[in-house]
Nanobody
Framework: QVQLVESGGGSVQAGGSLRLSCAASGYTYTKYCMSWFRQAPGKEREWVAA???????TYASSVKGRFTISKDNAKNTLYLQMNSLKPEDTAMYYC?????????????????WGQGTQVTVSS
């Protein structure tokens, strides 16, 4: 079982930046996807970005060019650098991990989730 703890959320004005972190502990997968999802009040949890065990990154179209996902393997920590934030980015952000790479955007394939960190962007 993998334990995931997010941090780094907060309140910023539109155009600002935040960096989220997700510390992972427990079992280490050789092949994996690690992703960030977000959930706004009254909306479905949606995929934001992913990185797999080969280092390949993918992004939702709504954040491409503004957000960057990365992972420090030595620290076993996942990051999400968020720039040019918009009010529509306001949500609870969750990190998650699944064994095996591929289909990283599929929410139903993940079963280890963090508790979330709140991001609020004001106009």
């Amino acid at each position: 079982q993998v334990q995931l703890v997010e941090s780094g959320g907060g309140s910023v004005q539109a155009g600002g930046s935040l960096r989220l972190s997700c510390a992972a502990s427990g079992y280490t997968y050789t092949k994996y996807c690690m992703s960030w999802f977000r959930q706004a009040p009254g909306k479905e949890r949606e995929w934001v970005a992913a990185i797999d065990s080969d280092g390949s990154t993918t992004y939702a179209s709504s954040v491409k060019g503004r957000f960057t996902i990365s992972k420090d393997n030595a620290k076993n920590t996942l990051y999400l650098q968020m720039n040019s934030l918009k009010p529509e980015d306001t949500a609870m952000y969750y990190c998650t991990e699944k064994p095996r790479s591929g289909l990283c955007h599929r929410k139903d394939l993940y079963n280890s989730w963090g508790q979330g960190t709140q991001v609020t962007v004001s106009s």
